[in-house]
């Protein structure tokens, strides 16, 4: 593509491109890598948070239709899950309005720790699946209690065969100075990670 960052406008060309891309042999062989874990961050406008819902679902069955099969985790999905099967859900909704931010986020990142809850529950849903490829999304629903470059450190433990693909509602930035570094919602500086490749910058 000619950007690097998918919008409203160019949105049906971000569409080919992830299909055209998450379909080929090499990518789903993680040619190309240089010996880099095969992650793939898919930058995009959060304006359009439910247009590239939409057409992640839609990409997802078009994958389909070329038997490339995708395990999905929605981390919002995730989180839920968790709260509910450890019975903290019910008390959280009770609860919440009575908590400030900063409160609610120490409470929530006390119970999602993302090194020893988090990715061993992805490994596990890894693990009784069979895929070709794994989605991440529910980015943005789970900040700040759960931080995107923190997710892609520890997952790098486990997530080495298939690529992954991170849906990521912000911009990936890269310079010579700085390296690269994840922003999200184009505002907040969500930290550094170095090792994701930009899928839109991937040559078809």
Known sequence: MDTNFVNRKNLPEGQRHLLAV???KPFLNNEGLNNEVPFHICPFDPSIADDMTHAIRQLKNELRGA???????NLFDLVLDILRSEGDLDWFLDNESEFDRNRLKAELQGILDVETIIVPRIDDEMSKAVFDLMFITGVGEVYPYIRSHNILNNLQRVAKKQPTV???PGSYQHSLEKGASLRLFNVLMD?????AFNILDRAI
Request: proline share 0%; aromatic share 22%.
């Open 22 to 24: 998450c379909s080929s």
């Open 67 to 73: 038997s490339v099969s995708v395990l999905e985790i």
């Open 166 to 168: 991170l849906f990521y």
């Open 191 to 195: 930290d550094k990670y170095y090792r």
